[in-house]
């Protein structure tokens, strides 16, 4: 684990981004397609982390994007080559595109100079998306993930920016999975591996620790 002078370094503002992962009223709301992954991510916490951290982003100057999964209501262009999407059709809530359910969750506040990258197509918030010309543009080099779930979209998530070059670091009680067991499991076996691993609060205090000032 690095110090909190170490993380405050990593996560310098200027050159962060927060990245809050299919944090929808359709897969973590009330009335989420997922129910169980809704209740793990509310009941652990993570939810509440997630609006923590997004909230602490734009106190700090920090820049956040928002990654939604959403679908045409025709399904042109979703993928239909794994169980899991053909599974996804059959659910009660979809996610269409401009439906309440691809509105990013409560108790998440948006701001206006929040960036939201929707995806139409396959597992990953960031290949095949804008999510990485943005980064690029905005000077990113450490990337918080954050959201759900740690079964399939976080650690593609982490692996892919991992593989672009970015640092990552991932706010361990801010993402939720299912069971509940698996998120503590894949974050210590695989995601640790590749990724700095802090809590929320310490996120939160590394972005407030002194910089120093550079003088002429």
């Not at 042109?76 to 009660?92: D, I, S, T, V, Y």
């Not at 593609?156 to 993402?175: K, M």
Request: charged residues 20%; negative net charge; contains cysteine.
């Amino acid at each position: 684990m690095p110090t909190q002078e170490q993380l405050a370094e990593q996560l310098t503002p200027a050159s962060t981004v927060l990245l809050t992962i299919e944090c929808q009223q359709g897969v973590v709301g009330l009335d989420s397609a997922l129910p169980e992954l809704a209740k793990e991510a509310r009941s652990s916490g993570a939810l509440q982390n997630v609006a923590r951290l997004v909230e602490g982003a734009h106190e700090a100057g920090v820049q956040v994007l928002h990654a939604v999964a959403e679908r045409r209501p025709d399904g042109r262009g979703a993928n239909h080559n794994a169980r899991l999407f053909r599974a996804a059709e059959r659910l009660p809530v979809q996610q269409h595109s401009g439906s309440r359910a691809v509105r990013i969750a409560e108790p998440i506040v948006v701001a206006e100079e929040d960036l939201v990258v929707r995806r139409l197509h396959g597992l990953s918030p960031i290949a095949g998306t804008d999510v990485d010309p943005l980064l690029r543009n905005l000077g990113c080099r450490t990337l918080v993930v954050v959201g759900v779930s740690s079964n399939v979209a976080i650690p593609n998530a982490v692996f892919d920016a991992v593989n672009l070059g970015y640092t990552v670091v991932v706010a361990s009680d801010a993402i939720a999975g299912v069971p509940a067991d698996y998120t503590p499991a894949m974050i210590r076996n695989t995601l640790a591996l590749v990724a700095t691993v802090a809590a929320t609060d310490d996120v939160l205090a590394s972005w407030q620790w002194p910089r120093r000032v550079s003088r002429a």
